[in-house]
């Protein structure tokens, strides 16, 4: 890594937007003026150096200590470089990202990967409600990238998604992949209920512990697709902690949907 | 100093082969096992020995272990060549539409990167009929086509890239038999290397052929010159000794594999050496006015 550390003070008493500390806004800035990049704290403007000790290199690529759940925000719009958050995320982490990568050692909160359209958001402990998924108000959630989860994420994430891939090594919540339009989402745990509600296109992968499984899916039986090696090996690609997706079969049950909506989507469990 | 080259006793003529620029691709298809992946490619590679008919030139590459293929499964490289890029786009649909996604468990991929491409899967998907599923994974768009064994899984777009068809060899044996024995080992040694395809039957052409004929409409006809029985009644370039002429003509991504092909391919003819049969080698050209790569025996023989 090569860049500031940047190491919270005391937790703020209103939410703080980070999206302004992003690798693009960082380039070619030294410690003084990151120090002075203002940012929005509740109802007001602070400068960076108000809230964080500030030290390391100068560079692009930020690590943030003992962050909260109420920075949020974090890596918006960035479309390179690297952030590591040590500690918790708060809400839209990597929202609107297009490229770069990061990785959370903690928990992240509600709407992780909002709009994320390239780039790869890694969070090591828990995702909040809403992973991957629509925001209020728009048609869309995720649109390309990748989200990996090595703990449990919370309901409805990949609401909506349009494209990209979710991985979550733990358990899902319920009405995961709702109304999603494409796009793959793997939960290596159990599924929570009502899976896949509404989505017309798109993949729900997981190998076994399915949840109460909508009516409105058909089963087609068990099949070797191999697209799904296909896929796993190009995900696996990305580090040792998506090793594990090498190991996945291709031979999946599959489950067609939802037909409520004349879906063409599908619920895959591996065999 | 002497005029000429001598291989193993074999005379190699002071001559060229003439080539010509051409458009090619190359595609992976794998399958269940390797028996499906090469009944999918030796039925996409049925008539393509030339463009002068076929529409394309096309052969095996080489087989594919799994381990080097996108899917994991064993597979096979297929290589084929065109005269346009257009005519090439159509040679893929027709051939991978009627001999790959036909063909039990197998699946399609581009085995080029290039700035120019052509579709694969793009035009194929249609077979689906709306129930085709595209996943793009790693920047690349694939295409999920339902079949009845299941999917036919297809990469959207295939790399092409600029390349050289028609480097050729002529070896002169005194019987059939004894070019035929040559022949083969030219093959076998060729057949070793990558980014190059003989696509003739076995690899070898026993009609070498010259440009027009006497006949109105025929593009090209019988290269008289090396044919042994009508040495009286033409300008032969056959020697009183000469009874076969067989050619191996190579098709190449680039300058550099063709001439290693070559070098390769004439060294294991004359291998046999003129004890048993193999006089000489030579090469085919037009005067060297159609085609603007020369590939010189004695320079590639250095």
């Known amino acids: 890594m090569n860049g500031p550390i940047l190491t919270l003070k005391e937790i703020p008493d209103s939410r703080v937007d980070m999206s302004p500390l992003t690798p693009d806004a960082l380039r070619g800035t030294d410690l003084e003026q990151i120090a002075a990049i203002a940012l929005r704290c509740g109802g007001r403007k602070v400068t960076t150096s108000e809230l964080f000790g500030i030290e390391g290199e100068p560079g692009p690529d930020i690590e943030i200590r003992e962050s909260c759940e109420r920075l949020e925000g974090i890596g918006s719009r960035m479309t390179k470089g690297e952030i590591r958050v040590v500690g918790k995320a708060g809400a839209y982490l990597g929202q609107d990202m297009k490229g770069g990568v990061i990785t959370v050692k903690g928990d992240a909160g509600l709407w992780a990967g909002a709009g994320m359209r390239g780039g790869r958001i890694e969070i090591l402990g828990n995702a909040g409600d809403y992973l991957g998924a629509v925001r209020i108000g728009e048609q869309q959630g995720m649109r390309g990238g990748t989200i990996l ?60 512990m399915l949840g109460d499984l909508l009516p409105s899916f058909s089963d087609c039986g068990i099949l070797d697709l191999g697209f799904l090696s296909l896929m796993f090996r190009e995900l696996a690609n990305h580090g040792p902690r998506y090793g594990f997706l090498k190991e996945l079969s291709s031979l999946t049950r599959r489950f067609a949907g939802d037909a409520g909506v004349g879906g063409k989507g599908e619920i895959l469990v591996l065999q | 100093m002497s005029p000429h080259m001598k291989i193993n006793g074999v005379v190699i003529e002071d001559t060229f082969a003439e080539a010509f620029p051409m458009k090619a691709t190359r595609l992976l298809i794998t399958a ?124 959207g777009k295939t790399g092409v890239s600029k390349a050289i068809g028609g480097g050729n060899f002529l070896i002169l044996a005194d019987t059939q038999a004894n070019g035929i024995a040559a022949a083969e ?85 004359c291998s046999l050496g003129a004890e048993q049969g193999i006089s000489r080698i030579s090469a085919g050209h037009y005067g060297g006015n159609l085609g603007p790569y020369h590939f010189k025996l004695w320079e590639i023989l250095k």
Request: aromatic letters at 6%; proline letters at 5%.
């Open chain 1, 149 to 208: 989860v090595i703990g449990n994420a919370g309901d409805r994430l990949g609401e909506r998604m349009r494209r990209g891939s979710i991985i979550v090594q733990g358990n899902g919540g319920s009405y995961a992949g709702a109304n999603m339009l494409a796009g793959t989402l793997i939960v290596m745990g159990h599924l929570g209920s009502c899976a896949g509600f509404g989505m017309r296109r798109g993949t729900i992968v997981t190998p076994g």
């Open chain 2, 185 to 269: 080992e030219a093959v076998k040694a060729i057949r070793k290397l990558p980014n190059v395809i003989m696509p003739f039957p076995g690899g070898v052409v026993r009609s070498g052929s010259k440009v027009g004929s006497k006949y109105k409409g025929l593009p090209a006809s019988t290269n008289d010159a090396y044919c042994p029985t009508i040495k009286g009644q033409v300008k032969s370039a056959l020697g009183p000794k000469v009874g076969a002429v067989l050619e191996i003509v190579i098709d190449g991504l680039d300058n550099e594999s063709i001439r290693k092909a070559m070098h390769v391919g004439i060294q294991a003819a």
């Open chain 2, 32 to 155: 269940q096992s390797h028996y499906w992946a090469y009944c999918a490619a030796n039925t996409m590679t049925g008539f393509a020995t030339s463009v002068i008919a076929c529409g394309c030139e096309a052969d095996l590459e080489r087989e594919l272990k799994p381990s080097e293929t996108p899917d994991g499964r064993p597979g096979v490289s297929v290589l084929l060549f065109s005269m346009s890029g257009k005519e090439l786009g159509k040679q893929i649909q027709k051939r991978v539409g009627q001999c790959v996604l036909t063909c039990p468990t197998t699946a399609c991929f581009s085995g080029l990167q290039g700035e120019e491409t052509l579709p694969l899967g793009d035009n194929l998907r249609f077979f689906g009929d709306g129930f085709q599923i595209s996943k793009r994974i790693n920047g690349r768009r694939y295409w999920r086509v339902p079949v009845m064994d299941g999917e036919f899984l297809c990469e």
